[in-house]
């Protein structure tokens, strides 16, 4: 599989992600990729492969994470079913390594139709 960047979400008032710093327009800062070490980076991409591939999942799936004051991950969830407006996090993941919204939907259309059915679509 291929793992995106990791993106920071940064709340501009307050500490947490609430739902204010998440759906009010400006309330949180998202930056992709994350100004985090190549090392990290490259653990988040490995935890996310991992979550996805233990769940059984197919095609795509974003995983949210929390990284301790000490430097350790933590896994929060796995969003099986990630937003996909132009402004969601997954589309701006893509964008960074030069996917447009329009490549990527069209990508995951792709993948979608080559399955034989519904019913039993294999990964």
């Given amino acids: 599989g291929y793992t995106l960047p990791p993106i920071l979400i940064r709340p501009k008032a307050g500490v947490f992600f609430d739902y204010t710093s998440k759906y009010e327009v400006g309330a ?27 769940l059984g999942l197919c095609d795509y799936s974003r995983t949210d ?42 990508r995951l259309i792709t993948l979608g139709l080559r399955k034989k059915s519904w019913m039993s ?3």
Avoid: K, R
């Fill in 28 to 54: 949180s800062e998202e930056i992709c990729p994350a100004p985090v070490s190549a090392e990290l980076t490259a653990t988040l991409q490995a935890m996310a492969s991992a979550a996805h591939q233990a």
């Fill in 65 to 106: 994470f929390m990284v301790g004051q000490d430097g350790q991950p933590y896994v929060l969830e796995v969003n099986t079913l990630p937003g996909m407006t132009a402004t969601s996090l997954l589309p701006q993941e893509a964008q960074n390594v030069g996917l447009s919204f329009a490549a990527l939907l069209d």
């Fill in 121 to 123: 679509a294999q990964c």
